[in-house]
């Protein structure tokens, strides 16, 4: 086909992006910043890092995990062989340009606001293509000591620039309370994962060092300083919210209860009249289910006794695309002194190191590993100061979790958290290239715009204030892709029989042949 697709970003979204693109004849170009492929398992992610997924739910529907992989939760090494045999095989590499950093987008037609109010469709037409409308992409080659930058045309842009990397949050701080004050180094997660094991051995060894945050890469950081530097020179966590934190036993056996039954228990868009009702009936038991998981949890694990007990809901924080498996050591770090838990609503900085509740406690580095500023990071790519108005100005998910109803041929894929971040943006990915080789045609804008509204409703009645806008389908990975399944013309029963159909978990490989 002759029109030109570009893909922002070469980690796993832009890896799918690619391929799925291919196979419907395109000839995608990938722009890459980096110089290999994976996105934060290339650049981002500390050796003993493990998926929290397990592999079998994080696999490619058509390339499974090697029989040497014989763990549920692969590591970083595991994955990245993985990714590269999966880019190898499918001849993709050959599309990527490396070190190849996009640092704007923009537009060719002028992006008037009340003229996209006005259009009835996406794009004018409700199709990927539109015979005046080209996006203009704006690349600086970073493997030269003087960057040169170029231009590129094209006709359709997919960005893959993930959310965890790029723009750290750092928290804000009174005026001389902050990093400022501190004598020590202050880094973020970013910077400290980004080093190779021996870069970061050479920082950490013989220090003390206070890791703020209480999700996966400051749980995993804090309990790899832990393993390191021992009861000596203890690793300092310091957290504002205990999140639950589960064994991956327990986790590997809650996805295998992710079937259409349990999907039955959870409220969706477009649900008639007999399923809300079995919805509603169901509430007390899936009401039950989260609670005797939150006793379990705490059975096994002393989190009275560390002020580890959330004040929230395990159901709550599923709903809110917060996922964190406890690493294998946690417990014994704790229990013999390497690692010591500190939960305060806030702090500041001293010249020595921290104040928590009043009191000194002495750092020589503070390792802030508080997330990333991921719409701040979507909105600056894009020129247009309108563009940017309509990635920041609505709290609704995207349309089919990766179209914006407002931007015209572009999308956006593995933006959106859940379960299996590999799963859902291969879904969005096959749809995507159904739509693109034109299989289908979006509905109106305001079809999309009320779609979008409505999982905005349904998802907030589980995640109450934790919600957002990136975790949408969480709760129904299965019912989001029947919907995906029915755009594209296929059949959303991808099971042989009734029973497995019912109770059976749905993994990739269910949707090989989609």
Aim: aromatic share 12%.
């Amino acid at each position: 086909m002759g029109k030109q697709i570009a893909i922002v970003g070469a980690g796993i979204s832009g890896l799918l992006a690619c391929k799925y693109t291919m196979e419907k004849g395109f000839r995608p170009v990938v722009f890459e910043a980096s110089s290999g492929i994976g996105g934060v398992w290339y650049s981002q992610t500390i050796s003993s890092t493990r998926l929290q997924t397990p592999k079998k739910f994080y696999q490619f529907s058509d390339f499974s995990w090697p029989s040497s992989v014989m763990e549920t939760f692969p590591d970083h090494n595991q994955v990245m062989d993985y990714l590269q045999a999966y880019a190898s095989h499918f001849h993709i590499f050959s599309r990527i340009k490396f070190n190849s950093k996009v640092i704007g987008i923009e537009y060719s037609k002028p992006v008037d606001e009340d003229h996209i109010d006005s259009l009835e469709f996406w794009g004018e037409n409700g199709v990927p293509f539109s015979p005046g409308g080209k996006w203009n992409i704006v690349l600086e080659d970073t493997s030269h000591a003087m960057p040169k930058t170029e231009v590129y045309q094209v006709d359709f842009v997919i960005l893959c620039i993930g959310k965890y990397s790029g723009l750290p949050h750092i928290p804000d701080f009174p005026k001389n309370q902050g990093p400022e004050a501190f004598d020590g180094k202050v880094l973020h997660s970013m910077d400290y994962t980004a080093m190779d094991d021996d870069q970061a051995a050479d920082l950490i060894i013989n220090k003390k060092i206070t890791v703020v945050g209480f999700q996966k890469s400051a749980v995993d950081i804090a309990a790899e300083i832990a393993r390191k530097n021992g009861a000596s020179n203890p690793c300092t966590l310091v957290y504002k919210t205990a999140h639950w934190m589960v064994p991956g036993y327990l986790l590997a056996f809650m996805f295998q209860l992710l079937n259409r039954l349990a999907e039955l228990m959870v409220h969706k868009p477009h649900e008639g009249l007999f399923l809300w009702l079995l919805a509603y009936l169901s509430t007390p038991l899936l009401w039950i289910s989260s609670k005797l998981v939150e006793s379990y949890l705490k059975l096994i694990y002393p989190l009275k006794k560390y002020d580890m007990v959330p004040n929230h809901g395990f159901l709550k924080q599923i709903a809110s695309c917060i996922f964190t498996v406890l690493p294998a050591d946690f417990r014994d770090s704790v229990s013999e002194g390497s690692l010591i838990l500190k939960k305060s609503p806030s702090f500041s900085f001293s010249n020595s190191g921290l104040v928590i509740d009043g009191r000194s406690h002495y750092a020589d580095m503070v390792i802030f590993a508080t997330g990333y500023r991921s719409d701040e990071k979507l909105k600056s790519i894009f020129r247009s100061g309108t563009h940017q108005k309509f990635i920041t100005e609505s709290s609704a998910p995207l349309y089919r979790e990766c179209i914006h109803p407002k931007i015209p041929q572009l999308a956006i894929l593995g933006y959106s958290d859940s379960a299996s971040v590999l799963f859902t943006t291969e879904m969005r990915s096959k749809w995507l290239s159904s739509f693109l080789a034109g299989n289908f045609k979006l509905p109106t804008r305001r079809e999309m715009e009320k779609e979008a509204v409505k999982w905005q409703k349904c998802m907030q009645r589980y995640a109450q204030d934790g919600y957002k806008r990136t975790c949408a389908s969480v709760l129904l990975q299965i019912y989001c892709n029947d919907r995906i399944c029915k755009d594209m013309g296929c059949n959303p029963r991808r099971k042989k029989w009734l029973l497995a159909e019912l109770f059976a978990p749905y993994t990739p490989a269910d949707y090989k042949n989609l």
